[in-house]
């Protein structure tokens, strides 16, 4: 197994802390909307995300200008990719089976996001953000 996948896994977990508990303390907490909340919790996590998977994961001696903006490019195109199909499928899912869904489709829209986004998120980390030096062994 890629051992830089096992890294971008446990930074994950403590993305996971940080920005899904963002995202539900923003949800649940103050009542913002799913897109409010999302994007937030995210953002928040997303700070956790760039400054772990550059110095642990990757471990990029790139300059942070150049790998800062495709790092936001990419994590808002993971974003909107993952968190829109998610709520298109939960809602999709829920009506299909309970026309009464409430809050439940937002939260399991939240679960199946996270997953989407950080598959999603490692690529373009991977390879567009902090993509291996060339003349330097593997990142694994």
Same mark, same amino acid.
């Given at each position: ?19 899904? +508990? $963002? !995202? ?7 009542? =913002?909307? #799913?897109?409010? &909340? ?27 200008? +150049? $790998? !800062? ?7 808002? =195109?993971? #974003?909107?990719? &993952? ?58």
């Amino acid at each position: 197994m890629n051992h830089s996948f096992v890294r971008f896994l446990m930074v994950g977990v403590v993305n996971t802390l940080v920005g899904l +508990g $963002s !995202i539900y303390l923003l949800l649940h907490g103050t009542g =913002a909307s #799913y897109w409010v &909340a999302t994007f937030l919790g995210n953002a928040i996590g997303a700070c956790v995300s760039y400054v772990l998977n550059r110095v642990f994961t990757f471990k990029s001696q790139s300059p942070v200008s +150049g $790998s !800062i903006m495709r790092f936001i490019a990419v994590i808002l =195109a993971c #974003y909107v990719i &993952a968190y829109y199909a998610a709520i298109r499928m939960a809602v999709w899912g829920f009506h299909a089976l309970l026309p009464e869904y409430g809050q439940a489709a937002d939260d399991a829209a939240v679960l199946i996001g996270t997953g989407l986004y950080t598959l999603l998120n490692y690529a373009g980390q991977r390879w567009l953000v902090f993509p291996p030096e060339k003349g330097v062994g593997s990142h694994l």
